[in-house]
């Protein structure tokens, strides 16, 4: 929350590189699940207060599991599998493969079925931004509307992360960041929305929504 009134495109965080996991160099991203960025973590997690990421690793150890619907019991699965599809086994409702990330670690990535090696996995979809996990950052909530009220330069392996304010915002603020409206989103601002929030982030964003339908 901000403290005190802040003008827009004052900078709120700047995050050195040497802050961030990552996946040990350039990657091509074509999901959310970067394999060498989920074992880069596992290992960091596995090291916990040896890690050189030591109070983020604590931070994300002490995440609660099964936040993802990849990571949901057989009777949630089975219970969102209803609402998801109809008597005839059609899907009605998105978000598509709404249990793929399990899928995607151990297929993808040759993941193990350990359960603290998947949970890294999911923190990694779940908390990262594209390649990288970036500490502080990842604790902003996400809202769109007339409660976003941050931005961030792309993110990139020669430069700090930088978050600065996209309005004026008043002091007792909440800071909101964007999911699928941000600068480096891509396609996201078309085609991603509040069901596929719920896949890959693990809650049903608040108003104002987005229901994208294919």
Not at 183 to 193: I, K, L, V
Request: charged share 25%; glycine share 6%; net charge negative.
């Amino acid at each position: 929350f901000a403290r005190k009134d802040i003008k827009a495109k004052e900078v709120l965080l700047e995050i050195p590189q040497k802050c961030v996991i990552n996946a040990g160099g350039p990657v091509e991203i074509y999901s959310a699940m970067v394999c060498p960025t989920a074992r880069n973590l596992i290992k960091e997690m596995k090291l916990g207060d040896e890690s050189e990421f030591a109070p983020y690793v604590k931070y994300l150890l002490s995440q609660p599991t099964g936040q993802l619907p990849s990571a949901w019991s057989t009777q949630g699965k089975i219970l969102f599998e209803e609402i998801l599809y109809d008597e005839d086994d059609k899907q009605i409702l998105p978000p598509e493969d709404a249990f793929g990330w399990a899928r995607e670690w151990r297929e993808e990535c040759g993941g193990e079925p350990d359960p603290f090696e998947l949970k890294a996995a999911l923190l990694l979809v779940q908390r990262g931004w594209d390649d990288v996990l970036i500490p502080v950052f990842d604790m902003m909530s996400h809202r769109n509307g007339k409660w976003l009220n941050t931005e961030n330069d792309p993110v990139t392996y020669d430069r700090p992360i930088i978050l600065r304010s996209s309005r004026n915002i008043e002091a007792g603020e909440e800071l909101y960041t964007t999911y699928n409206f941000c600068t480096d989103c891509s396609a996201r601002a078309s085609n991603y929305g509040t069901p596929e929030i719920l896949r890959d982030y693990g809650f049903v964003e608040q108003y104002p929504q987005r229901w994208v339908f294919h």
